[in-house]
């Protein structure tokens, strides 16, 4: 199904340095994989809605709400660099 001519394509377009046995390898490797998905093609999906997932799902995260931390001294006390009542961070910018 895919020959040893489009492995070498898709190896040089995905910057790959694919030795003569991986080439290979990967040939038998990606025509299996392209014959297995192939079968969903004698799958009859004429009444089947597109949808973007297989399950639906939704956001469950909580909204974002400002509230005080309650003891500050604890919170800087696990900081391994402090100064004052800052955490100490290694300087990344230039000036």
Do not use: H, W
């Amino acid at each position: 199904m895919i020959d040893l001519e489009q492995v070498r394509k898709v190896a040089l377009l995905a910057r790959l340095d694919l030795s003569a046995e991986e080439e290979q390898q990967f040939t038998g490797q990606l025509s299996s994989i392209l014959e297995y998905v192939e079968q969903l093609s004698e799958l009859d999906t004429a009444n089947v809605e597109p949808t973007t997932r297989a399950i639906e799902l939704s956001n469950i995260t909580r909204p974002d709400e400002l509230e005080r931390f309650g003891n500050r001294e604890a919170l800087l006390a696990c900081a391994p660099d402090r100064e004052a009542d800052f955490f100490k961070v290694p300087k990344i910018l230039e000036e």
